[in-house]
């Protein structure tokens, strides 16, 4: 339920972007958001447009592209994306693998118009 | 139409705040920590507790978040250490700015700890940075042992986990050992220990974490002086 908070951020952010070039209409931003980051994309859309709709930046879209835990093996160096929790390496079996991403939370572009 | 990259987080403002409280606690050498969990997991009565097991002069204060009322601010009080209740007023979590906010008042120069309970809530104060040196996730075992599965952020995020009331462990179905395997197929490297506020088993395991962690992190902050290269 901090996805209005989270999308409140993104709409500063965005804000804060767009009034460093004045005449430019915000288009689109796009976010990274990792299955560990603890945000649902779902309700950060909702709030999104929620916040967006009959505010000076409609038509403002949000793009979200979600990013799956992965783990790098110390072993043999596999990079692997992790499905149900499972952490051991699946080429070489170390069962002590590194968590390389999936807690994402961030701004990827601002797309505008008219620049 | 125009495309421009910005590789910055969602969270940047927040991140700010959270990285100068983060130089100002070891600038004057405040060990804190961030405490999270699920509302009445038991995160004001080990709170209780610790300040309970402190010497008078020890230089320890307390925030406390809640939505509403100030009602642990009182039950913490009474040991005598400073405490402040930081009501958000709906927010489901406590962020950095509250943090600032809450300590103007204090002298951080004056202390060596700070411990912050969080909103009872296990998902949305994990994606906020509050300056802490590490976080503490409390899970009951009144709840389910596959909540580090459900809710994996918060345990991601956490140094330690609390596994607490385990008092109640012959009356539920709480699978300490599932719990555990739970909890580090989420995170590998997350201590874990098995206390009862209430009972107090466990407790001085946490107090022994406490004080090891408090010593590494007076240790850490000073740079290590390059050896001199002695020749000849």
């Given at each position: ?11 500063e952010?965005?804000?804060?972007e767009a ?10 931003v ?6 560990l980051?603890g945000?649902?994309?779902e ?6 447009e929620?916040l ?7 038509p ?11 783990q790098?093996?110390?072993e043999c160096?596999?990079?692997?994306r992790?499905v149900?929790?499972e952490v ?5 079996g170390a069962?002590e693998t590194?968590?390389?991403?999936g ?11 008219g620049? | 139409?125009?495309?421009i990259?910005?590789?910055?987080k ?5 991140e700010?705040?959270a990285?100068e409280?983060?130089?100002r606690?070891?600038?004057h ?11 009445g ?16 002069e020890?230089?320890?204060?307390v925030?406390?978040g809640?939505?509403q009322?100030?009602?642990?601010a009182?039950?913490?009080a009474r040991f005598?250490?400073?405490v ?8 489901c ?17 004056k202390?060596?700890?700070l411990l912050i309970?969080n ?5 949305c ?5 509050l300056?802490e040196a590490?976080k ?10 596959d909540?580090p ?7 991601f995020?956490?140094?330690?986990l609390?596994l ?5 462990l ?5 699978n300490?050992?599932a ?9 590998q490297?997350?201590?874990i220990?098995e206390?009862?506020?209430l009972?107090?088993?466990?407790l001085?395991?946490?107090?022994r974490?406490?004080e090891?962690r ?6 850490a ?9 002695v020749t000849g």
């Amino acid at each position: 339920m901090h996805e209005l908070a989270i999308a409140n951020s993104i709409l500063e952010a965005a804000r804060a972007e767009a009034v460093r070039r004045p005449g430019a209409r915000l288009l689109r931003v796009g976010v990274r958001v990792g299955e560990l980051s603890g945000v649902e994309p779902e309700a950060l859309s909702f709030s999104f447009e929620a916040l967006v709709s009959g505010s000076d930046l409609e038509p403002l879209a949000l793009e979200i592209e979600t990013c799956p835990r992965r783990q790098c093996c110390p072993e043999c160096g596999r990079v692997f994306r992790v499905v149900d929790y499972e952490v051991a390496c699946p080429d070489c079996g170390a069962a002590e693998t590194r968590c390389i991403s999936g807690d994402e939370l961030e701004m990827v572009y601002l797309e505008l118009e008219g620049l | 139409m125009n495309r421009i990259p910005l590789e910055k987080k969602v969270l940047s403002e927040n991140e700010r705040i959270a990285a100068e409280l983060r130089a100002r606690f070891e600038e004057h050498g405040v060990f804190c920590l961030n405490f999270l969990s699920s509302p009445g997991a038991g995160k004001t009565t080990l709170l209780e507790r610790t300040l309970e097991g402190f010497a008078r002069e020890e230089r320890v204060a307390v925030l406390t978040g809640d939505i509403q009322t100030d009602n642990d601010a009182r039950r913490l009080a009474r040991f005598g250490f400073p405490v402040k209740q930081i009501t958000t007023g709906g927010a489901c979590h406590l962020d950095a700015r509250m943090v600032e906010r809450a300590l103007a008042a204090w002298s951080v120069d004056k202390l060596d700890l700070l411990l912050i309970e969080n909103v009872g809530n296990l998902v949305c104060p994990a994606s906020y940075d509050l300056g802490e040196a590490a976080k503490v996730v409390l899970l009951s075992v009144a709840e389910g042992d596959d909540k580090p599965l459900k809710y994996p952020a918060v345990f991601f995020r956490s140094d330690l986990l609390i596994l607490n009331k385990i008092d109640l462990l012959p009356h539920v179905p709480f699978n300490i050992a599932a719990a555990r395997e739970n909890a580090r197929r989420v995170h590998q490297d997350i201590e874990i220990l098995e206390v009862s506020a209430l009972s107090g088993a466990g407790l001085e395991d946490w107090r022994r974490w406490l004080e090891a962690r408090r010593r590494a992190a007076r240790r850490a902050p000073a740079p290590v002086p390059a050896a001199p290269i002695v020749t000849g």
